[in-house]
Protein backbone atom coordinates (compact mmCIF):
# COMPACT_ATOMS: atom_id res chain seq x y z
CA UNK A 1 0.00 0.00 0.00
CA UNK A 2 1.59 3.25 -0.50
CA UNK A 3 0.22 6.73 1.18
CA UNK A 4 0.66 9.92 1.04
CA UNK A 5 1.12 12.87 3.48
CA UNK A 6 2.45 16.19 3.93
CA UNK A 7 5.02 17.40 6.39
CA UNK A 8 3.39 20.46 8.94
CA UNK A 9 5.39 23.18 10.24
CA UNK A 10 4.20 24.11 14.10
CA UNK A 11 2.97 27.66 14.93
CA UNK A 12 3.00 26.60 18.27
CA UNK A 13 5.41 24.90 19.01
CA UNK A 14 5.80 21.13 20.51
CA UNK A 15 9.35 20.75 22.69
CA UNK A 16 9.52 18.10 25.64
CA UNK A 17 7.77 15.43 26.25
CA UNK A 18 5.80 13.93 29.18
CA UNK A 19 6.48 10.48 28.56
CA UNK A 20 8.80 8.97 26.08
CA UNK A 21 7.49 5.16 25.88
CA UNK A 22 4.16 6.48 24.69
CA UNK A 23 5.97 9.65 22.94
CA UNK A 24 3.27 11.51 24.82
CA UNK A 25 3.95 15.77 24.37
CA UNK A 26 4.31 17.90 27.36
CA UNK A 27 1.90 20.28 26.37
CA UNK A 28 -0.35 20.32 22.90
CA UNK A 29 0.47 22.30 19.59
CA UNK A 30 -1.02 23.86 16.47
CA UNK A 31 0.36 23.34 13.22
CA UNK A 32 -0.01 24.22 9.48
CA UNK A 33 0.14 20.89 6.84
CA UNK A 34 2.15 22.15 4.13
CA UNK A 35 1.12 20.86 -0.09
CA UNK A 36 4.66 21.56 -1.10
CA UNK A 37 6.41 19.39 1.59
CA UNK A 38 5.25 16.11 0.74
CA UNK A 39 6.30 11.94 1.63
CA UNK A 40 4.99 9.28 -0.39
CA UNK A 41 5.97 5.71 1.32
CA UNK A 42 4.91 2.26 0.20
CA UNK A 43 4.76 -0.96 2.56
CA UNK A 44 4.56 -4.29 1.49
CA UNK A 45 4.60 -7.55 4.65
CA UNK A 46 6.50 -9.52 2.71
CA UNK A 47 6.51 -13.61 3.18
CA UNK A 48 10.63 -14.44 4.33
CA UNK A 49 12.05 -11.29 4.49
CA UNK A 50 15.31 -11.77 7.16
CA UNK A 51 14.26 -7.89 8.69
CA UNK A 52 12.56 -4.98 7.93
CA UNK A 53 14.17 -2.86 4.92
CA UNK A 54 14.12 1.23 4.72
CA UNK A 55 14.64 2.55 1.24
CA UNK A 56 14.60 5.84 1.88
CA UNK A 57 15.45 8.52 -1.31
CA UNK A 58 16.53 5.46 -3.19
CA UNK A 59 18.97 4.75 -0.51
CA UNK A 60 19.30 1.80 2.05
CA UNK A 61 18.60 3.66 5.50
CA UNK A 62 21.29 3.49 7.82
CA UNK A 63 20.89 1.55 11.20
CA UNK A 64 19.53 4.17 13.47
CA UNK A 65 16.10 5.01 11.09
CA UNK A 66 15.72 1.76 10.02
CA UNK A 67 15.40 0.61 14.03
CA UNK A 68 13.26 3.62 14.55
CA UNK A 69 11.01 1.92 11.55
CA UNK A 70 11.01 -1.11 12.49
CA UNK A 71 10.13 -0.43 16.13
CA UNK A 72 7.09 1.33 14.68
CA UNK A 73 5.89 -1.53 12.67
CA UNK A 74 6.14 -3.42 15.67
CA UNK A 75 3.16 -1.61 16.77
CA UNK A 76 1.59 -1.97 13.96
CA UNK A 77 2.26 -6.00 13.84
CA UNK A 78 0.89 -5.97 17.55
CA UNK A 79 -2.62 -3.87 16.41
CA UNK A 80 -2.93 -6.46 13.31
CA UNK A 81 -1.53 -9.68 13.97
CA UNK A 82 0.83 -9.66 11.18
CA UNK A 83 3.78 -11.40 12.04
CA UNK A 84 6.36 -10.93 9.23
CA UNK A 85 8.51 -8.38 8.31
CA UNK A 86 7.88 -5.04 6.06
CA UNK A 87 10.16 -3.57 2.73
CA UNK A 88 9.27 0.01 3.34
CA UNK A 89 10.41 2.45 0.51
CA UNK A 90 9.90 6.49 1.25
CA UNK A 91 10.57 9.25 -0.88
CA UNK A 92 10.35 13.24 0.61
CA UNK A 93 10.12 16.06 -1.68
CA UNK A 94 12.23 17.83 0.17
CA UNK A 95 15.51 17.40 2.29
CA UNK A 96 15.60 14.80 4.67
CA UNK A 97 15.84 15.31 8.45
CA UNK A 98 17.06 18.94 8.03
CA UNK A 99 14.77 20.22 10.09
CA UNK A 100 12.13 20.76 7.65
CA UNK A 101 9.79 18.23 9.46
CA UNK A 102 10.85 15.27 7.79
CA UNK A 103 9.63 12.91 10.37
CA UNK A 104 6.17 14.40 10.55
CA UNK A 105 5.31 13.81 6.83
CA UNK A 106 7.16 10.05 7.31
CA UNK A 107 5.49 8.72 10.21
CA UNK A 108 1.99 10.18 9.18
CA UNK A 109 2.75 8.45 5.46
CA UNK A 110 4.41 5.63 7.02
CA UNK A 111 0.96 4.64 9.48
CA UNK A 112 -1.46 5.45 7.02
CA UNK A 113 0.73 2.64 4.03
CA UNK A 114 1.63 0.56 6.97
CA UNK A 115 -1.85 -0.18 8.74
CA UNK A 116 -3.42 -0.18 5.04
CA UNK A 117 -0.98 -3.01 4.31
CA UNK A 118 -1.36 -4.69 7.57
CA UNK A 119 -5.54 -4.56 7.01
CA UNK A 120 -6.65 -2.08 9.45
CA UNK A 121 -8.99 0.25 8.76
CA UNK A 122 -8.48 3.21 11.41
CA UNK A 123 -10.10 6.38 11.88
CA UNK A 124 -8.03 9.49 11.48
CA UNK A 125 -8.34 9.94 15.63
CA UNK A 126 -6.37 6.18 15.72
CA UNK A 127 -4.65 6.85 13.17
CA UNK A 128 -2.78 10.37 14.26
CA UNK A 129 -2.39 8.57 17.69
CA UNK A 130 -0.25 5.39 16.20
CA UNK A 131 1.52 8.34 13.96
CA UNK A 132 2.44 10.08 17.56
CA UNK A 133 4.53 7.25 18.85
CA UNK A 134 6.56 7.32 15.50
CA UNK A 135 6.78 11.34 16.14
CA UNK A 136 5.00 13.58 17.59
CA UNK A 137 4.71 15.61 15.46
CA UNK A 138 3.43 12.94 13.01
CA UNK A 139 0.48 12.97 14.82
CA UNK A 140 -0.80 16.70 13.15
CA UNK A 141 0.21 15.35 9.65
CA UNK A 142 -2.51 12.68 9.21
CA UNK A 143 -4.96 15.87 8.80
CA UNK A 144 -4.93 18.48 6.56
CA UNK A 145 -4.74 22.58 7.13
CA UNK A 146 -4.72 23.75 10.48
CA UNK A 147 -4.25 20.85 13.12
CA UNK A 148 -4.41 21.08 16.72
CA UNK A 149 -2.56 18.89 19.03
CA UNK A 150 -4.08 17.51 22.43
CA UNK A 151 -1.13 16.52 24.90
CA UNK A 152 -3.75 14.80 26.73
CA UNK A 153 -3.93 12.88 29.92
CA UNK A 154 -3.32 9.18 28.66
CA UNK A 155 -2.21 7.88 25.56
CA UNK A 156 -6.05 7.54 24.29
CA UNK A 157 -6.40 11.53 24.47
CA UNK A 158 -3.08 12.70 23.28
CA UNK A 159 -3.88 12.69 19.16
CA UNK A 160 -4.40 15.83 16.89
CA UNK A 161 -7.53 17.23 14.85
CA UNK A 162 -8.04 19.75 12.06
CA UNK A 163 -9.44 23.07 12.84
CA UNK A 164 -11.39 25.30 10.34
CA UNK A 165 -9.95 28.82 9.99
CA UNK A 166 -11.44 31.49 7.11
CA UNK A 167 -7.21 31.49 6.93
CA UNK A 168 -7.29 28.39 4.82
CA UNK A 169 -7.47 29.36 1.47
CA UNK A 170 -5.13 32.16 1.60
CA UNK A 171 -2.46 31.62 3.79
CA UNK A 172 1.00 31.02 2.77
CA UNK A 173 4.64 29.88 3.76
CA UNK A 174 7.86 30.89 2.57
CA UNK A 175 10.22 28.29 3.40
CA UNK A 176 13.98 29.44 2.83
CA UNK A 177 16.16 26.60 3.27
CA UNK A 178 19.64 27.54 4.75
CA UNK A 179 23.24 25.26 4.00
CA UNK A 180 21.58 23.19 1.54
CA UNK A 181 19.52 21.49 3.64
CA UNK A 182 22.29 19.56 5.68
CA UNK A 183 21.39 16.82 8.15
CA UNK A 184 20.91 19.28 11.41
CA UNK A 185 23.34 19.47 14.31
CA UNK A 186 20.77 17.76 17.18
CA UNK A 187 17.94 15.64 16.68
CA UNK A 188 15.22 17.28 17.83
CA UNK A 189 14.23 13.96 20.28
CA UNK A 190 17.68 14.30 22.18
CA UNK A 191 17.28 17.91 22.15
CA UNK A 192 14.27 18.55 23.54
CA UNK A 193 14.78 15.61 26.26
CA UNK A 194 17.98 17.98 26.82
CA UNK A 195 16.61 20.98 27.02
CA UNK A 196 13.86 19.64 29.69
CA UNK A 197 16.76 18.26 31.40
CA UNK A 198 19.23 21.49 31.83
CA UNK A 199 17.51 23.90 30.03
CA UNK A 200 16.62 26.69 33.00
CA UNK A 201 13.83 28.37 30.69
CA UNK A 202 12.29 25.33 30.30
CA UNK A 203 9.52 25.87 32.50
CA UNK A 204 8.62 29.21 31.26
CA UNK A 205 8.38 27.79 27.94
CA UNK A 206 6.20 25.18 29.31
CA UNK A 207 4.14 28.00 31.03
CA UNK A 208 4.02 29.69 27.64
CA UNK A 209 2.13 26.63 25.52
CA UNK A 210 -1.42 26.71 27.04
CA UNK A 211 -1.76 30.56 26.28
CA UNK A 212 -0.35 30.57 23.28
CA UNK A 213 -2.80 27.43 22.33
CA UNK A 214 -5.47 29.70 22.86
CA UNK A 215 -4.47 33.20 21.29
CA UNK A 216 -3.59 30.87 17.98
CA UNK A 217 -6.95 29.31 18.34
CA UNK A 218 -8.92 32.47 18.76
CA UNK A 219 -6.80 34.26 15.74
CA UNK A 220 -7.94 31.42 13.83
CA UNK A 221 -11.40 31.17 14.08
CA UNK A 222 -11.32 35.39 13.91
CA UNK A 223 -9.54 34.78 10.65
CA UNK A 224 -6.64 37.26 12.10
CA UNK A 225 -3.39 36.09 10.30
CA UNK A 226 -1.70 39.52 11.68
CA UNK A 227 -2.25 37.70 15.55
CA UNK A 228 -1.86 34.51 14.23
CA UNK A 229 1.25 35.26 12.89
CA UNK A 230 2.73 37.86 15.86
CA UNK A 231 2.09 35.10 18.15
CA UNK A 232 3.45 32.09 16.18
CA UNK A 233 6.88 34.11 15.67
CA UNK A 234 7.02 34.95 19.13
CA UNK A 235 6.34 31.26 20.28
CA UNK A 236 9.07 30.40 17.62
CA UNK A 237 11.45 32.77 19.37
CA UNK A 238 10.23 31.14 22.95
CA UNK A 239 11.18 27.58 22.17
CA UNK A 240 14.49 28.50 20.90
CA UNK A 241 14.99 30.17 23.80
CA UNK A 242 14.77 27.71 25.86
CA UNK A 243 16.92 25.42 23.62
CA UNK A 244 20.04 27.87 23.48
CA UNK A 245 19.63 28.13 27.33
CA UNK A 246 20.15 24.33 27.58
CA UNK A 247 23.62 23.57 29.35
CA UNK A 248 25.40 22.93 26.80
CA UNK A 249 23.11 24.75 24.33
CA UNK A 250 21.34 23.55 21.33
CA UNK A 251 21.73 26.26 19.02
CA UNK A 252 20.18 25.70 15.52
CA UNK A 253 20.49 28.95 14.21
CA UNK A 254 22.92 30.34 11.64
CA UNK A 255 24.30 33.49 10.22
CA UNK A 256 21.76 33.42 7.41
CA UNK A 257 18.74 32.51 9.80
CA UNK A 258 19.34 35.79 11.80
CA UNK A 259 19.84 37.54 8.15
CA UNK A 260 16.52 36.30 7.08
CA UNK A 261 14.70 37.42 10.77
CA UNK A 262 15.79 40.42 9.93
CA UNK A 263 14.71 41.09 6.76
CA UNK A 264 11.59 39.60 7.49
CA UNK A 265 11.21 42.45 10.59
CA UNK A 266 11.54 45.13 7.96
CA UNK A 267 9.30 43.78 5.14
CA UNK A 268 6.81 44.17 7.81
CA UNK A 269 8.01 47.26 8.96
CA UNK A 270 6.84 48.27 5.33
CA UNK A 271 3.58 47.25 6.07
CA UNK A 272 3.91 43.83 4.66
CA UNK A 273 2.45 40.43 6.28
CA UNK A 274 5.23 38.28 7.11
CA UNK A 275 6.23 36.60 10.41
CA UNK A 276 9.04 33.55 11.13
CA UNK A 277 9.25 30.25 12.35
CA UNK A 278 11.78 27.77 13.08
CA UNK A 279 12.21 24.30 13.94
CA UNK A 280 15.22 22.13 14.62
CA UNK A 281 17.16 23.21 11.94
CA UNK A 282 18.39 26.64 10.47
CA UNK A 283 15.89 27.45 8.28
CA UNK A 284 13.01 29.70 8.17
CA UNK A 285 9.74 29.32 7.28
CA UNK A 286 7.77 32.67 6.51
CA UNK A 287 3.75 33.07 7.69
CA UNK A 288 2.64 36.03 4.85
CA UNK A 289 -0.60 36.01 2.03
CA UNK A 290 -1.08 35.09 -1.39
CA UNK A 291 -0.41 38.75 -1.96
CA UNK A 292 2.76 39.03 -0.25
CA UNK A 293 4.35 35.91 -0.71
CA UNK A 294 6.55 36.06 -4.11
CA UNK A 295 8.06 39.38 -2.69
CA UNK A 296 9.19 37.99 0.56
CA UNK A 297 10.39 34.84 -1.28
CA UNK A 298 12.33 37.34 -4.10
CA UNK A 299 14.23 39.26 -1.09
CA UNK A 300 15.12 36.10 0.95
CA UNK A 301 16.76 34.30 -2.65
CA UNK A 302 18.96 37.51 -2.85
CA UNK A 303 20.39 36.67 1.16
CA UNK A 304 24.01 35.40 1.71
CA UNK A 305 23.55 31.58 2.62
CA UNK A 306 20.14 31.18 1.77
CA UNK A 307 20.48 28.11 -0.59
CA UNK A 308 16.35 27.79 -1.72
CA UNK A 309 13.27 29.28 -1.33
CA UNK A 310 9.98 28.16 -2.70
CA UNK A 311 6.40 29.09 -1.65
CA UNK A 312 3.76 26.57 -0.43
CA UNK A 313 -0.14 26.66 0.67
CA UNK A 314 -1.89 24.57 3.30
CA UNK A 315 -2.04 20.45 2.00
CA UNK A 316 -4.38 18.05 2.33
CA UNK A 317 -5.15 15.11 4.88
CA UNK A 318 -2.64 12.22 4.44
CA UNK A 319 -4.54 9.61 1.72
CA UNK A 320 -4.22 6.31 0.61
CA UNK A 321 -2.52 6.31 -3.03
CA UNK A 322 -4.08 4.19 -5.80
CA UNK A 323 -0.35 2.29 -7.46
CA UNK A 324 -1.13 3.36 -10.71
CA UNK A 325 -1.83 7.19 -9.55
CA UNK A 326 1.78 7.48 -7.79
CA UNK A 327 3.65 11.01 -8.67
CA UNK A 328 6.99 10.78 -8.99
CA UNK A 329 7.77 13.72 -6.06
CA UNK A 330 10.23 16.46 -7.45
CA UNK A 331 13.78 16.15 -6.20
CA UNK A 332 14.62 17.94 -2.98
CA UNK A 333 16.16 21.60 -3.48
CA UNK A 334 19.90 21.47 -4.89
CA UNK A 335 22.54 22.83 -2.17
CA UNK A 336 24.36 25.82 -3.94
C1 LIG B 1 7.16 20.97 16.24
N1 LIG B 1 9.40 20.02 16.45
O1 LIG B 1 6.18 21.23 16.95
C2 LIG B 1 8.50 20.98 16.93
C3 LIG B 1 9.20 22.28 16.81
C4 LIG B 1 10.69 20.57 16.16
C5 LIG B 1 10.65 21.96 16.62
O2 LIG B 1 7.96 18.36 16.63
O3 LIG B 1 10.68 12.90 19.47
O4 LIG B 1 10.52 14.89 15.46
O5 LIG B 1 9.83 12.19 17.24
O6 LIG B 1 8.26 13.09 18.95
O7 LIG B 1 8.12 15.11 16.25
C6 LIG B 1 10.11 17.76 16.16
O8 LIG B 1 9.89 16.72 17.01
O9 LIG B 1 9.95 14.59 17.89
C7 LIG B 1 9.10 18.72 16.42
P1 LIG B 1 9.65 13.13 18.41
P2 LIG B 1 9.56 15.26 16.54
O10 LIG B 1 7.05 20.73 15.03
Redo the contacts with the bound molecule.
Keep these: MTARACA???LV???G?RDALL?L?AEG?L?LSLAGLLTETTVQFVEGLAADELILDGVTAKTGEAGRVSEFLDIVRSLSGVQINARVTSRNSFPTAS?L?S??SGFAALALAATQAAGLELDGKALSRLA?R?????ARSIFGGFVRMYAGIRDEDAYAEPLASPLVDSVRMVVAVIGGGAPKSHG??DA?DHTAATSPLYRGWLDTVPKDLATAEAALAAGDLEKLGTLAEANAFA?HASAIAARPSVMYWRPATLAVIAEIQGLRACGMAAWCTM??GPHVKVLTTEADAPTIAMRLRDLEGVTAVTITGAGPAAIAVDPTDIVTLPPPPAAE
Excluded at 134 to 138: D, E, I, L, W, Y
Design positions: NIAKYWKNPSSGASARGSGSASRMMDA
